[in-house]
């Protein structure tokens, strides 16, 4: 092993970790744990109710890019809605209802939209 890390995934210190250099998956220095993410070109901002006790959250699919280039733009929406989120497996989750907002932002940096759901 590069690292000496004895192949640890998973660390409850530091969360997920690389196989290869034995790094977080924030620090990791070899590329191994970047995950590339293909959208089709259109970029879908729903809304979801369902398993979240009725509150809902504004999803976010069809974002190409790293894995570190999608919890950027994460993070920048975060902060023009004014709410929280998440990134999970390429999908943004913004707490609240703002598709609105998130469609405005993603057409100033050139991207295709497109609302989805009702």
Partial sequence: ????????????EFGRMCPVCG???DECVCGQEEAVFAGDGVVRIGR???GRKGKGVTVITGVTGTAGEIKRLARLLKAKCG???AVKDGVIEIQGDCREKVAEELRKMGMAVKLAGG
């Avoid at 092993?1 to 998973?10: A, C, E, L, P, W």
């Fill in 1 to 12: 092993m590069v690292g000496g890390n004895d192949g640890v995934v998973y660390s409850t």
């Fill in 23 to 25: 790094r977080s998956a």
């Fill in 48 to 50: 979801q109710t369902k």
């Fill in 83 to 85: 709410a929280g989120g």
